[in-house]
């Protein structure tokens, strides 16, 4: 049986349109999807990204795999353990001090809270980058530290000050494993939407 020239020529560009969905689907849908095909290829645990909201500051995270809440703590944080090669993720979501509401963030604030964060880790504070997101300060940060069983690790931080917030979103795994860290870092960051 014949069909028109019509009937072909709309089959044509049906197929074209859904070979451009899939594609994007498969594609635009999931950004990472070049960095994961790598990780794969090296036979590490891929698992999806699952999005967090905190209701009170507007912040939306998304972390590799289960994100259980750390329970117990008077803020919004939530981990996942779930990244390759044991990397994990973290979104912390603090309210400012009450004397630090309505003033403007200074280099010497985002200075002192990237050295806190080394602290907490009893680490070093490699760096700490200066930038804006979404035209708040923010700042990048790199701790090295050495866990409790003695291993050597990088802790990768997006430090973001909110009007009346501070959001800090974080990486860490193994410091032989720096690329993987970071790669996830990256998606994680690109993932954070702000109010």
């Given at each position: 049986m014949r069909t028109s020239p019509q009937y072909g020529f709309a089959r044509v560009v049906t197929s074209i349109v859904l070979t451009v969905l899939a594609t994007c689907i498969a594609g635009c849908a999931t950004p990472d999807a070049g960095v994961q095909a790598e990780w794969k290829?090296?036979?590490w645990r891929v698992t999806s990204w699952t999005p967090v909201h905190d209701v009170e500051s507007g912040v939306t995270a998304s972390l590799l795999g289960p994100v259980p809440s750390d329970a117990g703590l008077p803020m919004f944080a939530y981990r996942s353990t779930e990244g390759p090669v044991e990397v994990e993720t973290r979104?912390?979501?603090?309210?400012?001090?009450d004397d630090m509401l309505g003033k403007p963030?200074?280099?010497?604030d985002m200075q002192r809270s990237a050295?806190?964060?080394a602290e907490?880790?009893?680490g070093l504070l490699i760096s700490s980058?200066?930038?804006t997101m979404n035209e708040y300060p923010a700042t990048d940060v790199r701790i090295r530290y050495t866990d409790n069983s003695l291993k050597r690790k990088l802790a990768l931080q997006r430090?973001?000050?909110l009007p009346e917030h501070m959001v800090i979103l974080e990486s860490t795994g193994a410091a032989n494993e720096e690329r993987v860290v970071e790669q996830v870092q990256q998606l994680a960051v690109e993932k954070l939407l702000l109010p």
């Open positions: 290829a090296r036979q979104i912390t979501i603090v309210r400012r001090p963030i200074t280099h010497a050295e806190l964060s907490i880790y009893d980058q200066e930038l430090q973001v000050f």
